[in-house]
Each structure stands twice: as structure tokens, then as C-alpha cells.
């Protein structure tokens, strides 16, 4: 049947103009399937275009091929089972590159006697995903360092909290201000400040595993996340720290140097909830900052 049906629209629509026109214009992907095998027995131009296939890739092909997670295809076949067609459900396909193309996808079945096809179409929607995912990037990601913004912190903080929890384990909260920001500002300039904040985190991000966050908090005030770090290890890190940022950061304008305070709190000792522990970490870096600076602090 698979083989009649392909010849069946391919003729069709190579000999009736109007729908080569509507082959060749219509801005969404179609593509007619035998029932019985799930076989490509017709695509429109539209398809193989985003896919980056030719009708030789598709037609006869197992659509199965085209889905970058099975499980989609599968609640996509479930739901239509359920509810005899598919509307707007989104998906997503797999290029001949490699590449992944976002979705839209409808199912039906074909309304043709004495043969079983369904008709898949789908709208792509990748620009829209890819806006939304800048846009979740921005939001969770500071634009000048890079580091994960509060708000990325608070849901990485809360779910080390919950796994400490579980395995009755430590977690450490650095928080990490820079002493002498604001000279650098006053004296080499904004970009050179920037700079600073750029390649501090830079540096942050060297004292630590790749498991751990450092986030920025806002200014020149930054954040780490240590799992599974006792006080030793974590004032190790905390030191560590401090001996990055006490490095000269060189520019074409000049050199900028400053010093980091550093104040660390621990659950469950110190705090048990975000705002307990950011509160004990910082008044931890205060008491530094106000006896000695360029040292780490614990609460």
C-alpha cells in the first residue's frame, strides 16, 4: 500500500498545478503517513526544506527518524489515540545537519476510503524557542560577568539545601566583596571597573569545582555554593579566593588592584534557610571587612 500511496501524491500533485503551487508556497510542514508502518508516503517542499532533506531522504522513510526524543513521538501517538486528533502540540525534529527545528505539530487521519493515513503538519516555531531561551538567559545570567544572577542562584542555593538535607550533608556560602572597587571606578574609569568584575569572575570560577556556583549578587558582592565542603576545605577555598583577587588586574589604561573579604556560613549550623545563611555569610564578610580585609570570616 506504502508504494501506491507514494506514487499516488507525488503524481497528484505534479500534475495538478494548483497543488504544485500549494506544494511549493504552503509555509508549513506536511507529510502524509501510511497507518500501517509509519512510512513517509508524501512531503511538502516546506518540509524537506527545514529538515535539510530531499524527497529521496523522506519519502519512504520511518518518520520515527524525524524526532529528536522518541518519548514526544509517543505521547504525540497516545494523545491522538485518546482524542482522534492533535492540535498545536509541541515537539521537536531532527535535521539532515544535525540540527534541531522547534514545532508545532497536528495529527489527523486522512478521511480517504479504503486506505489508512494520517496527515502530521507542523509550523516551525525555532526562532520563538530561541527568543525564549535568551530571553531565560538573560534573566538568569549577569550580562557583563556571565555568572548566574540571583535568581539562578536562589534555585541552585535551595536545591544543594535540599540535598543536604537528604544526605545529611554541609554546604558552605561564601560571600565574597571585593575591597577598593570603588577606587578603581574613581580612578581608571567605568570600562576599566568592568574589566575588573569581568575577570574577577574569571577568577572566582578558578577557586572552584565545576560542580560549585558562583554567582554575582549585584555590584561588586559575589556568591559561592559549596556542596559537601567541611570548614576546613571551605576556608581553603576561601582563602583561595582571596589571594586570586589580591592579584594586580592589568589594562591599557592601567593597573588596578583590590582585595576580596570574605565571610562563610554553613548548613545546617550557621542557617537553615537561603536568606538564614546569606544574612550569617555576609555579616561574617562584614566583621572582616571592618577588622582587617584581604581575609576570609566565618559565622
Not at 512531503?43 to 532533506?53: A, E, I, K, V
Not at 549585584?218 to 583561595?240: H, N, W
Request: proline share 3%.
Amino acid at each position: 500500500m506504502t508504494e501506491f500511496n507514494i506514487t499516488s501524491f507525488e503524481n497528484l500533485f505534479r500534475d495538478d498545478e494548483r497543488l504544485k503551487i500549494f506544494n511549493d508556497t504552503v509555509p508549513a510542514g506536511i507529510l502524509v503517513l501510511s497507518l500501517e508502518d509509519g512510512k513517509v508516503v508524501f512531503s511538502n517542499q516546506f518540509f524537506r526544506d527545514t529538515l535539510g532533506g530531499d524527497g529521496d531522504q523522506v519519502l519512504g522513510a520511518s518518520w520515527e527518524d524525524f524526532f529528536v526524543n522518541p518519548d514526544e513521538r509517543q505521547e504525540l501517538m497516545v494523545k491522538f489515540a485518546v482524542e482522534d486528533e492533535v492540535r498545536n502540540f509541541e515537539l521537536r525534529l531532527r535535521r539532515t545537519d544535525g540540527g534541531v527545528v522547534w514545532g508545532l505539530a497536528s495529527l489527523s487521519s486522512i478521511p480517504i476510503k479504503d486506505e489508512e493515513l494520517l496527515l502530521f503538519a507542523f509550523v516551525d516555531i525555532t526562532p520563538l524557542k530561541e527568543a525564549e531561551e535568551e530571553i531565560r538567559n538573560l534573566a538568569n545570567h549577569d550580562p557583563l560577568t556571565a555568572l548566574p544572577t540571583r535568581r539562578l542562584f536562589s534555585d541552585n542555593l535551595n536545591r544543594a539545601l535540599a540535598r543536604a538535607s537528604r544526605s545529611e550533608t554541609e554546604v558552605a556560602l561564601l560571600f565574597v566583596d571585593l575591597d577598593g572597587f570603588k577606587a578603581v571606578n574613581d580612578t581608571l574609569g567605568h570600562d576599566v571597573g568592568d574589566g575588573v568584575l569581568t575577570q574577577s569572575a574569571k577568577r572566582l570560577l578558578e577557586c572552584v569545582r565545576e560542580t560549585d556556583t558562583v554567582a554575582r549578587l549585584g555590584g561588586d558582592e559575589f556568591v559561592i555554593i559549596l556542596e559537601r565542603q567541611d570548614v576546613s576545605r571551605a576556608q581553603t577555598v576561601g582563602e583561595r579566593v582571596v589571594n586570586n583577587l589580591s592579584k594586580p588586574f592589568v589594562f591599557q589604561e592601567g593597573t588596578a588592584t583590590i582585595g576580596a573579604s570574605v565571610g562563610i556560613a554553613f548548613y545546617p549550623q550557621n542557617g537553615r534557610t537561603e536568606n538564614e545563611l546569606i544574612n550569617a555569610a555576609d555579616k561574617a564578610m562584614y566583621e572582616v571587612k571592618k577588622a582587617t580585609k584581604g581575609a576570609v570570616g566565618l559565622a
